[in-house]
């Protein structure tokens, strides 16, 4: 018989070293998977002998909680990965989730800001205090590198390489990627480092991460969202933190960038997850076709 607490515990040790996973993906991936072994053993099965109807059978009591496709499809990788994992290491020879098809996620387009409301958000950033000149510097960080949450809080000081104007980015898989600074990100950032990262440091307790909270410690992906609300409201704009790296692809293809170019700065493992954004970029052209060709 499995023991089912013991291989959550090596599954884990499992997403963490050899898949690379970062810890908020390994803790969604185990959640799931503990509910799935759960509903396993309330059936008096494991994981080792459980049938493609079972598995169909837990999809579907998770779809009937008001989960929708994306989050059904996530559901079904987390317990493929899972089966990967105990034929690989349980001795398993099949895995009941081959031949279950995940469900059509309809395209969703994301959303962005236009290059003037970028400006206006931007610039209308304050410049009187340190917790001010760091905001303007991780924003425009976030915007010139198109950068996630995750990657802009981890951050480290000896990852952004300001004579050669290139931040280091670990990002999903603790993959690496070089990114230029834009120069409005480059000046916030030396502007930050001079004046306002001097002034939050706590000589006691050193922090290797670039940004810091008011006590001294590496900022939090929790106090940024809760900044960039509070931003937003003030600006009268909707957008999430997210919405600049949405952003930042867009204008760039708008720009002319090739999609493969945009791929490797954003870090997508697949050219599939980046083209979404050329549809936004066709919608930039059919307007601009609308608006200024004679015959539209």
Request: hydrophobic letters at 35%; charged letters at 30%; proline letters at 4%.
């Amino acid at each position: 018989m499995m023991e089912t607490r013991a291989v959550l515990k090596e599954y884990k040790t499992y997403l963490h070293v050899e898949r690379g996973l970062s810890p908020e993906t390994v803790r969604a991936y185990l959640r799931e998977i503990t509910r799935y072994t759960a509903f396993l053993e309330d059936r008096r099965i494991t994981a080792l002998n459980c049938r493609t109807a079972d598995v169909i059978e837990y999809l579907e009591l998770r779809s009937a909680e008001g989960l929708d496709e994306r989050t059904i499809a996530r559901v079904l990788s987390s317990l493929r990965s899972f089966h990967a994992y105990i034929i690989l290491e349980e001795g398993r020879e099949d895995n009941p989730t081959g031949g279950i098809e995940a469900p059509r996620i309809p395209q969703r387009v994301p959303s962005v800001l236009s290059p003037q409301e970028i400006d206006e958000f931007l610039d209308g950033l304050g410049e009187k205090g340190p917790l001010d000149i760091r905001d303007r510097a991780l924003f425009e960080l976030v915007y010139s590198a198109g950068l996630r949450v995750s990657e802009v809080v981890g951050l480290a000081m000896n990852q952004v390489y300001m004579d050669e104007g290139l931040v280091k980015v670990l990002g999903k898989g603790r993959k690496e990627r070089f990114i230029p600074l834009g120069k409005r990100a480059e000046l916030w950032i030396r502007r930050y480092l001079t004046e306002s990262r001097p002034f939050l440091a706590r000589r006691e307790r050193p922090v290797v991460q670039l940004f810091l909270s008011r006590r001294g410690t590496a900022l939090s992906r929790k106090t940024v969202w809760k900044r960039f609300t509070e931003y937003m409201d003030r600006f009268d704009m909707t957008a999430k933190v997210h919405t600049l790296r949405h952003s930042f692809a867009t204008h760039l293809l708008s720009g002319g960038a090739d999609l493969r170019s945009v791929q490797e700065l954003l870090g997508h493992a697949d050219i599939k997850t980046t083209q979404i954004y050329t549809h936004l970029s066709r919608k930039d052209l059919q307007e601009s076709h609308r608006k200024y060709h004679p015959r539209s």
